[in-house]
């Protein structure tokens, strides 16, 4: 019983490591608006300066961005030698939500994919995904944050954040 519980381990580590290793590649793709248009869009990174972008939702999903998680930290790859990640801009104004950017380095942590969403921490104020046609004049990314009682213009829809896992190649 022992020797068996102890082989059983052995191979449960062995068949295990290799495959936490890889990275698995996602898209994010929106489900759940209201405002139809603004489902089945994919995450977009959106330049804004050097090492710095804000997070768009386009149609297109050739070019939406590479994501994979790194124990809680949400990556971008951009074949870059350099790292991209999700960066949650926090709370300092006292509004209902705040930025998502995708900026070199590692970015927050915090993020995870839960019952099939792609999320942020609770424990860091994350209150669900809201879209909003905005400033670049495409729809852009924003989290709600969940200590504050949203009044959600009708240019925005909350949304969920669906991983579409890719191909490795
Ligand atoms: C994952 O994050 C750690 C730092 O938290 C970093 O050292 C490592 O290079 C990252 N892995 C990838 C594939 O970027």
């Given at each position: 019983?022992?020797?068996?519980?102890?082989?059983?381990?052995?191979?449960?580590?062995?068949?295990?490591?290799?495959?936490?290793?890889?990275?698995?590649?996602?898209?994010?793709?929106?489900?759940?608006?209201?405002?139809?248009?603004?489902?089945?869009?994919?995450?977009?990174?959106?330049?804004?300066?050097?090492?710095?972008?804000?997070?768009?939702?386009?149609?297109?999903?050739?070019?939406?961005?590479?994501?994979?998680?790194?124990?809680?930290?949400?990556?971008?790859?951009?074949?870059?030698?350099?790292?991209?990640?999700?960066?949650?801009?926090?709370?300092?104004?006292?509004?209902?939500?705040?930025?998502?950017?995708?900026?070199?380095?590692?970015?927050?942590?915090?993020?995870?994919?839960?019952?099939?969403?792609?999320?942020?921490?609770?424990?860091?104020?994350?209150?669900?995904?809201?879209?909003?046609?905005?400033?670049?004049?495409?729809?852009?990314?924003?989290?709600?944050?969940?200590?504050?009682?949203?009044?959600?213009?009708?240019?925005?829809?909350?949304?969920?954040?669906?991983?579409?896992?890719l191909q490795q190649k």
């Amino acid at each position: 019983m022992k020797v068996f519980t102890i082989l059983a381990l052995l191979f449960a580590v062995v068949t295990a490591s290799p495959i936490a290793k890889e990275k698995k590649y996602f898209h994010l793709q929106t489900t759940g608006a209201k405002n139809k248009e603004l489902n089945n869009l994919f995450v977009h990174s959106y330049h804004t300066g050097a090492g710095l972008n804000d997070v768009v939702l386009a149609k297109d999903s050739d070019s939406a961005a590479r994501v994979f998680l790194n124990g809680t930290n949400a990556q971008v790859d951009f074949k870059t030698e350099f790292p991209w990640g999700f960066v949650a801009v926090g709370d300092t104004n006292y509004a209902s939500w705040e930025s998502i950017k995708i900026n070199v380095g590692y970015g927050s942590d915090g993020f995870s994919i839960k019952d099939g969403n792609f999320q942020w921490s609770t424990e860091y104020s994350f209150g669900g995904w809201l879209v909003c046609d905005w400033f670049h004049n495409v729809p852009q990314l924003f989290y709600l944050n969940r200590y504050y009682k949203p009044v959600i213009p009708s240019s925005c829809s909350k949304v969920q954040l669906k991983p579409v896992y890719l191909q490795q190649k």
